[in-house]
């Protein structure tokens, strides 16, 4: 029996005018996990969310919520918490004042907002005004926001935005953490690096298409390993390249270093023959592509 | 649509929004009483387009109520102006996305944001009665205008009915800036194209073409706040004005529950 599903999109679509900002997009995201939403920008992950949070109405296509339709917002919103495309508040009311609006709107307990503002470090800011707030207090804020109806399901777009790097591994803290306590997050962000490291499971747009959407580990273990090997005389660059050719690998020359296709167990043997040829290498490092490197070789960016 | 009233006091209650208000109000009424009662004795009139309104109208038990009357036009601006800014500030911060994360139903939003502005409208009149009333009572004594008549029944029944008139008015000039709030989606463009159609548009063009504010709804809705004149009967003014904003408010709620949210 498979999992049961935070969000599900099957054929969803969106078109303006002639352009279509999203294609056609199926994709699966299970109860409890915390999966990255990737692209570049303009990719439609904006666009997705706002469909998925009844903000914009589809094209074609359908997609459920907690297993509730798109087209019933009212049914599952009261379980979602979400800061789409950055925080939005008002300027001339504190943060505490901000929360309260929201928490009255959703008929949420507003006793909690004192401690909703210390979870996010802003627990001595929340009587000042949003306007004094710099770009980091403002994204606490909306994370913040977020978490107002303790919700099944967490959606953030670009949560780490202006955020300093002590506050980025907060966050990243704090939603796996999230995820721990049974939480679904959804999460986009252009810091593939943090996608990497908390997402177990990945949604990657690119020009409106889906072109990826399963396990995080799935997508890396596609990507062929690489070992680099840096000879202590750069004259021996062409024939070290040579050496791993000759040992059945693809090589390619960057900068002073020979870039090698293999998996690490060829290292040893890349290193003896090296050795044998009277080449000296200065380091030889096996190196698994990063997301980084998926992502740009995937959307060709 | 109590918990979007609620929400929504939340906003209006923020100083900066009372504090500019109570300024608002208190310089219109304060205008337009003292230049009805300090002007009693110009030439060049006390009302509306050089009109004298003499001692013996101002001695009249509506002598009482007439300054908050007149006043109605400008606090219908300053609702106006409000209720625009109101509805528009959401689409130019991007809160309405908050919004309707929170409360979904985008009636439910409309209806208790126009609950609680009229709530505040509420407020903004009855602070012009009070201080209409304590002025006139105030400026009589300095131009000698008997107020012997303003303090009998017919004096009281004519404040209430000129609160309720204001009111009305007051509410209608909000409505009508909620509409451009929700159309111009911008509270600059919303609040700018308001008061140029009410002050210049058909203020000019009523000026000028005979009966034309039989058609319009701000000078209708001026002509509720003062009961109705000698050409165009409060029961018109009143009907016609709400008409056309009833239908204006029916269109944009279409428009806003239909519309992608898409900033």
Excluded at chain 1, 30 to 46: D, L
Excluded at chain 1, 143 to 156: D, T
Excluded at chain 2, 84 to 100: D, F, K, M, S
Excluded at chain 2, 171 to 194: K, N
Aim: hydrophobic share 45%; with cysteine; aromatic share 8%.
């Amino acid at each position: 029996m498979s999992s049961p599903l935070a969000l599900d999109v099957a054929d969803l679509s969106k078109k303006y005018g002639d352009r279509m900002a999203l294609s056609h997009a199926n994709f699966e995201v299970p109860m409890g996990s915390i999966c990255g939403f990737v692209g570049p920008n303009g990719s439609g992950k904006t666009t997705t969310i706002r469909m998925l949070l009844g903000l914009i109405t589809p094209t074609t296509g359908s997609g459920h919520v907690l297993g509730e339709s798109i087209n019933h917002p009212e049914k599952y919103l009261p379980n979602v918490g979400a800061m789409i495309e950055g925080p939005a508040f008002y300027p001339a009311l504190t943060g505490a004042q901000n929360l309260t609006v929201l928490a009255k709107l959703g008929g949420f307990d507003t006793n909690g907002i004192q401690g909703l503002l210390d979870l996010v470090d802003l627990g001595d800011r929340g009587n000042s005004k949003y306007k004094t707030y710099s770009l980091g207090m403002k994204q606490r804020l909306g994370i913040a926001a977020a978490l107002l109806p303790k919700p099944k399901l967490l959606v953030l777009d670009e949560p780490t935005n202006g955020l300093d790097p002590a506050g980025i591994q907060e966050v990243r803290a704090l939603l796996r953490k999230l995820a721990d306590n049974g939480t679904t997050v959804f999460v986009s962000s252009h810091l593939l690096s943090e996608i990497e490291m908390i997402s177990d499971h990945l949604v990657m747009l690119r020009l409106g298409k889906v072109i990826f959407s399963g396990k995080t580990s799935e997508l890396l273990a596609k990507q062929q390993p690489v070992i680099v090997a840096k000879p202590e005389n750069r004259a021996d660059l062409e024939k070290l390249a040579k050496i791993a050719e000759a040992g059945g690998h693809s090589a390619k020359i960057i900068d002073e270093s020979v870039h090698v296709t293999g998996e690490s167990d060829f290292s040893a043997k890349f290193n003896r023959a090296a050795f044998e040829a009277g080449i000296t290498l200065e380091s030889l490092t096996p190196v698994r592509a990063s997301l980084e490197d998926t992502f740009f070789e995937m959307t060709g960016e | 649509m109590w918990n979007v009233f609620k929400a929504e006091l939340t906003k209006l209650k923020r100083p900066s929004l009372s504090i500019s208000t109570i300024a608002a109000v208190t310089f219109v009424t304060g205008l337009v009483t003292s230049l009805l009662f300090l002007l009693v004795d110009s030439p060049e009139g006390n009302g509306e387009r050089g009109v004298r309104i003499g001692r013996d109208v101002l001695a009249l038990p509506t002598g009482v109520s007439l300054s908050f009357s007149n006043a109605a036009g400008l606090l219908g601006i300053v609702a106006l102006c409000i209720f625009a800014a109101q509805t528009a500030q959401e689409y130019t911060y991007g809160t309405l996305r908050n919004l309707l994360l929170r409360q979904p139903s985008r009636m439910k939003i409309l209806l208790g944001k126009l609950g609680s502005m009229k709530l505040f409208a509420i407020a903004m009149v009855t602070l012009s009665a009070v201080l209409a009333v304590s002025l006139s009572y105030l400026f009589a004594g300095v131009k000698d205008i008997s107020t012997q008549a303003w303090a009998t029944p017919d004096a009281r029944a004519a404040l209430v009915r000129t609160f309720i008139n204001v009111l009305i008015a007051t509410i209608g000039y909000g409505i009508f800036g909620m509409i451009l709030g929700l159309l111009f989606r911008s509270p600059i463009s919303a609040i700018s194209i308001g008061v140029i159609w009410n002050l210049i548009i058909e203020g000019l063009l009523s000026a000028f073409v005979t009966n034309i504010d039989r058609y319009f709804p701000g000078q209708l809705l001026s002509i509720v706040a003062i009961g109705g004149n000698d050409r165009i009967s409060y029961q018109y003014a009143l009907f016609t004005s709400y008409a056309f904003l009833l239908a204006g408010l029916a269109i944009v709620a279409f428009l806003f529950k239909k519309r992608d949210v898409a900033n």
